[in-house]
């Protein structure tokens, strides 16, 4: 299912995980694939979100400081490096060659705590298809169980309380209403508190993506 790249190790011994060059969706499911961004992803990339715009702007966060921007490949630079470090990974979804979504796991912590927080978006064409609980799944899949990820013992999701649709997404795998973080996160121009689902190690047994009703690949919708 998993075809890997070499081992990263940072100078300090800190990343704890190898990254994938593709996660795969198990037989019988929708064909999606997860992988990592690259610089010849802009193009592609840049459209959909701009095709999303609206859609996504009532989820997006943002920097109250209004940093400069940085570019694409700077993005991309920073991506690789947190890889190196095992802070995080971000994925494209990919359906049929074509993108459509994102998923992220960042903010990762070792030692005691071993935890990590799940971000992720899709395009408004392939919305309420079961592609965003998929993703969530295989990338759980690999985040808690498998040996090349970074085998955490928690994973968690914040959501804006109003984000009915998300909340569908981490339900359908399983996860565990934990309670809110008050001012949690800067989003469409203000701090808003956010509804905390959590995942725990010791909650799965066998695989997240088992938990899912298989459904054949969607067909593309204007």
């Known amino acids: 299912m998993f075809r890997l790249f070499s081992r990263n190790v940072s100078e300090t011994g800190n990343a704890n995980f190898r990254v994938p060059s593709a996660l795969e969706a198990p037989q019988g499911f929708a064909p999606l694939r997860l992988r990592p961004m690259t610089s010849a992803d802009w193009d592609e990339w840049s459209t959909a979100r701009r095709r999303n715009e609206q859609w996504l702007r009532p ?3 943002g920097d109250p400081l209004h940093g400069s921007p940085i570019t694409f490949d700077e993005w991309i630079s920073r991506q690789r490096e947190a890889e190196r470090m095992g802070r995080g990974i971000i994925l494209l979804m990919e359906l049929n060659g ?3 979504g994102q998923i992220s ?3 990762v912590s070792y030692g005691a705590m071993r935890t990590g927080t799940v971000g992720y978006w899709v395009d408004e064409a392939h919305a309420g298809r079961g592609l965003a ?3 969530l799944a295989m990338l759980g899949d690999w985040a808690l169980s498998d040996p090349t990820g970074p085998e955490l013992h928690r994973m968690e999701v ?8 998300s ?3 981490v339900e359908k795998v399983g996860m ?3 309670g809110v973080r008050h001012s949690y996160m800067y989003v469409d121009g203000q701090w808003r508190d956010h509804d905390v689902y959590v995942l725990l190690d010791s909650d799965v047994s066998g695989s997240l993506t088992a938990r899912l009703k298989p459904v054949s690949a969607p067909t593309h919708r204007p």
């Open 133 to 135: 609980p998929l993703a």
């Open 105 to 107: 796991l960042g903010a």
């Open 176 to 178: 565990n209403f934990e």
């Open 59 to 61: 989820w997006d966060s």
């Open 98 to 100: 074509r993108i459509v």
């Open 167 to 169: 909340k569908h997404v």
């Open 158 to 165: 914040a959501i804006l309380p109003e984000n009915t649709r």
